[in-house]
């Protein structure tokens, strides 16, 4: 299953490669195009035939496709949701039974098992669900029936090179609606970059093999860029009169400079006495945890651009590890905003000059950086999280 801040992700990467949208009629068409492409990268006629042979497009494809997740959720919400208590017993459990191995694999690649053990949880609950729609109709869909036909056109040649790699079928090869595939949900050209064939058997399997998969996912996180030494974050202490506008991910010091302006981590221990770059987040407001994100996170983030995932990630991976659960509570009436009261609230900043991009629903950087501007002049904490209650004085301020 592909969740809602996936498909949201999926939708705002892949405009990038916007095209125009083709009529049903022509997704033979379009089939015929990007065969062409996975003939030029060396997939076999006849496997291509096989694969394209009675295709249509998933009409259930193309309605997910279209929707949009309304409200975006709070840091309480989606952490409270994706870090469960049965889901760090299970990542345990999981890591217990796959020690050797994932020690084996940490020895080589330089990962964590928490790391490997929270991205299985996050991304299919531990093998529990990986998807069952056929990954080529899907990937197939998206291409010629949507406006991102450049990107799922590319992963469509990748799926038809997965199928002549490991000798396996059309109806084989299944994921989530938007081709995620296997227990860690690699793209298609996720798996073609990054898959390790770690049993030595001569296929590539994500679905059920357990050293592929997790070797896979170490061979991915280091490749862009996870290395050994801190963790992706960690939850800290801001001292009194810490200035909340220097808590953004676009804001780095090292660690150390962090350290001599009073912050800690959770529990009052010091900060390590390093000069790696980092930055210090407030996900729910100077009201919740404030977070320090070390250099893993850029590498986590890779995996997945939502920030509150890759801060679950590292959460979930501590408690898995046997660390302590997050000990500052989000505020209990921090409330999500839909994306039209964000349009809303993004067109006001811009009337007051502190916002210049589109109203585009999406509370990004930018719009956190108006906010902050605004919260600033109107005497708030400069936080940058928009709250409904710093809406409702915006809306106040500017009519």
């Known amino acids: 299953m592909t969740p809602l801040w996936k498909i949201a992700l999926l939708a705002a990467t892949t405009a990038l490669f916007a095209g125009p949208a083709v009529a049903q009629s022509d997704f033979q068409s379009c089939l015929q195009t990007i065969k062409a492409e996975a003939l030029r990268q060396g997939v076999p006629a006849n496997l291509i035939d096989r694969a394209f042979q009675g295709l249509t497009p998933d009409q259930k494809i193309i309605d997910l496709d279209s929707r949009q997740p309304e409200f975006s959720q709070t840091y309480a919400k989606y952490v409270g949701s994706s870090v469960s208590a049965d889901r760090i017993a299970k990542g345990q459990q999981r890591m217990a039974q796959n020690r050797a191995l994932l020690d084996a694999i940490q020895a080589e690649y330089g990962v964590p098992p928490q790391y490997i053990m929270a991205f299985w949880g996050l991304e299919t ?85 357990l050293p592929d998969s997790f070797a896979s996912a170490a061979n991915y996180l280091r490749g862009v860029g996870f290395r050994p030494g801190l963790p992706s974050s960690e939850e800290v202490v801001l001292p009194q009169g810490f200035p909340f506008d220097q808590a953004d991910s676009t804001i780095e010091k090292p660690v150390r400079a962090w350290a001599a302006m009073g912050v800690k981590k959770a529990g009052g221990a010091p900060l390590p006495n390093v000069d790696e770059p980092s930055s210090i987040i407030l996900p729910a407001g100077w009201r919740g945890p404030a977070f320090i994100l070390y250099p893993n996170f850029k590498a986590v983030m890779n995996w997945n651009r939502s920030t509150l995932y890759a801060l679950a990630v590292g959460i979930l991976a501590r408690q898995i590890a046997g660390g302590p659960a997050v000990m500052q509570a989000p505020p209990a009436d921090d409330e999500p905003l839909s994306r039209d009261s964000i349009v809303d609230m993004q067109s006001r900043l811009a009337r007051l000059g502190f916002y210049t991009d589109e109203a585009d629903g999406l509370a990004g950087p930018k719009t956190r950086s108006a906010v902050r501007l605004f919260q600033k002049q109107v005497g708030l904490p400069a936080d940058g999280h928009p709250t409904p209650d710093v809406v409702r004085r915006l809306q106040q301020t500017v009519r």
Not at 199 to 206: A, K, Q, S, V
Request: with cysteine; proline share 1%.
């Open 125 to 209: 609950n531990y093998g529990g669900f990986m998807g069952d729609f056929q990954v080529v109709r899907s990937v197939a869909t998206l291409a010629c029936m949507t406006k991102r036909r450049d990107f799922f056109s590319n992963e469509t040649v990748q799926a038809l090179r997965i199928l002549a790699l490991n000798h396996m079928t059309r109806d084989q090869m299944r994921g989530s609606w938007a081709g995620a595939m296997g227990n860690m949900q690699f793209m298609p050209s996720t798996f073609m970059k990054w898959g390790v064939d770690r049993d030595g058997n001569g296929r590539i399997d994500l679905w059920t093999s």
